[in-house]
Nanobody, 126 residues
């Protein structure tokens, strides 16, 4: 499943962005969907994820209270609302998914997700 991520851009510290991840032509509601990010010179890291149908969300500690993951199943879209952005949030953000009905959360390792999209760049200036 090819995922399409969008919504990145350049903002000043304290600003907001909303990322979108779309899976055209699929019952996206049946999938766990996650966001990972990779900053220059750093390892790729987990940011947030949402369960099938959206009842459970997962966050990295550093984004709790600032980022919110949600989904609109009618539009096959998952959103990542990012508020109070910090320069350390600067990275390429990737959305990933894995079929999840009846299955446990794949975890916070990107290799456990088998569907990927291209990244979208988020740049936060101080």
């Amino acid at each position: 499943v090819q995922l399409q991520a969008s919504g990145g851009g350049s903002v000043q510290a304290g600003g907001s962005l909303r990322l979108s991840c779309v899976a055209p032509g699929r019952s996206f509601s049946l999938y766990y969907v996650g966001w990972f990010r990779q900053a220059p010179g750093k390892e790729r890291e987990f940011v947030a994820a949402i369960s099938p149908f959206g009842s459970i969300t997962y966050y990295q500690d550093s984004v709790k209270g600032r980022f919110t993951i949600s989904r609109d199943n009618a539009k096959n879209t998952v959103f990542l609302q990012m508020n109070s952005l910090k320069p350390e949030d600067t990275a390429i953000y990737y959305c990933v998914s894995r079929y999840g009905v009846g299955r446990d959360f794949p975890g916070r390792t990107i290799d456990n997700f088998n569907n990927w999209g291209q990244g979208t760049l988020v740049t936060v200036s101080s």
